[in-house]
């Protein structure tokens, strides 16, 4: 789980690629659960959470900018 305040430090480039990593994660999470080779079953709803997080903070540095 990521803290805001971290993810307000970072730029929008950097935002983007964690974006991009949680949203690969997410989907391999998925494959897991699919083929019942999940084993952490509370990190979905983290990555999911995480990706808005980040995702509300980059449409607000999009728009603040």
């Known amino acids: 789980m990521t803290k805001i305040a971290d993810l307000r430090s970072q730029t929008v480039d950097q935002l983007s690629d964690e974006l991009l990593k ?27 959470k995480d990706i808005a997080r980040i995702s509300t903070l980059l449409r607000e540095k999009r728009v603040n900018a």
């Open 22 to 48: 949680l949203k690969k994660e997410q989907f391999n999470l998925r494959f897991q659960a699919a083929t019942g080779q999940m084993e952490k079953t509370h990190r979905v709803s983290e990555v999911r």
